[in-house]
């Protein structure tokens, strides 16, 4: 969808083009606001599915078809598995003959190991489709081992996920005395990402207030937006208080007056906003999942329940809450630490493009 390019691939795609390469974007226009925020490159209205429905996956790759057919680029860069696992079943015959295929695995959509008949299919198709992918891309280190020990293939490499330089420059957390625990949360409202677990956690817990940045999207089909609204309104303004959809320098602002970040999901590629909140030196409560695992270290840099443990989540806050000052300052000290320069995006940047290099697709 517009949303994830505009959010989240925009700047890596600025640094392509800033550095030669011709970018052109397939992805489902939603809004205005985020299709214009891709207006430097050239954009292809394609609505990938993200729901498994036969016929919408067969036209939408049909387009994307005709769309590389005519544009006849040197990579095609696929970037989630909506996209990603109908376009490698494309026959080769099909796209342009000297066209490489590259695939960023933000996540699987599934869990290592898998879970019941439907993982297992999944994940015995994406190690298929990896033979026919010239180069694989992981953000999760998980990922990239499991997928080793099982021999997807030659390259993969691993890429790693980062944020902007501004997250470091933000002053370090000071202890909350005698004020109120400030946990922020940053993400989607949908139900796979927990935050209905985190409200049912913080009710009847005093001394904390949570924030909330993020709302659902109109593909989302597992949104609970109006549930999180309500469940606000209930805690009342005291205890909750419900952002919305937020531009950048509004999340931070937010974030450099939290205490702690809270991420409760049940499944993750390698969360974006755990880096933010580590690289601005704010402890984070997490659930022990991929991609949070390998952020964040239990009693170090932040705190970990497992995922859809209500109790034990509410255990972890009550637990920040109650830090005295020497420890909550070793935990400010130790998420900035464990930020370190690999999660800059100026790294992620360079490693992609000596991918590219590496299959001398040049600009």
């Known amino acids: 969808m517009d949303f994830t390019a505009a959010k989240l691939l925009a700047p890596q795609l600025e640094h392509l083009s800033a ?12 809004s205005e606001e985020h299709w214009g925020r891709l207006s430097s490159f050239t954009t292809h209205d394609i609505a990938f599915p993200r729901s498994p429905s036969p016929s919408r996956m067969l036209t939408s790759t049909s387009e994307l078809v005709r769309v590389v057919r005519r544009v006849r680029p040197a990579l095609l860069h696929l970037h989630t598995p909506a996209a990603a696992l109908p376009a490698r079943l494309v026959p080769r015959s099909l796209w342009p003959r000297h066209m490489k295929i590259a695939y960023t695995v933000h996540g699987f959509s599934h869990q290592w190991p898998p879970r019941g008949p439907g993982e297992r299919l999944v994940q015995r198709l994406e190690k298929g489709l990896a033979k026919r992918t010239d180069l694989l891309l992981f953000q999760s280190e998980e990922d990239l081992a499991e997928a080793s020990a099982r021999e997807y293939g030659e390259p993969l490499v691993l890429l790693g996920n980062g944020v902007q330089d501004e997250w470091f420059e933000i ?15 940053v993400g989607r409202l949908v139900r796979e990402k ?3 677990d985190l409200l049912e956690a913080v009710n009847g817990v005093d001394g904390v207030h949570l924030d909330i940045v993020g709302d659902a999207l109109p593909s989302d089909r597992d949104g609970v937006s109006d549930e999180v609204r309500a469940r606000a309104a209930a805690l009342g303004p005291v205890f909750v208080t419900v952002h919305g959809m937020a531009k950048p320098a509004t999340v931070r602002a937010l974030v450099e007056r939290a205490h702690a ?4 999901s049940y499944r ?25 695992r390998e952020l964040v270290t239990h009693g170090k840099n932040g705190l970990m329940h497992p995922a859809g443990d209500v109790d034990s989540l509410r255990r972890a806050v009550v637990a920040m809450r109650n830090l005295n000052r020497d420890d909550y300052a070793r935990m400010v000290t130790e ?11 100026a790294g992620v940047y360079d490693r992609l493009v000596r991918s590219y290099e590496s299959l001398e697709v040049l600009p």
């Open 19 to 30: 550095r030669g390469y011709d970018v052109h974007v397939a992805c489902g226009r939603t």
């Open 171 to 185: 002053s370090a957390a000071e202890h909350r005395g005698t004020g109120p625990l400030r946990l922020v949360y």
């Open 194 to 196: 927990g935050i209905l």
């Open 261 to 264: 970040l809270s991420l409760p």
């Open 268 to 292: 993750e590629g390698v969360p974006r906003s755990v880096i933010e909140a580590l690289a601005a030196g704010r402890p984070v409560i997490a659930s022990e999942i991929r991609g949070n």
């Open 335 to 345: 998420a900035r630490r464990s930020a370190d320069p690999s999660r800059r995006e």
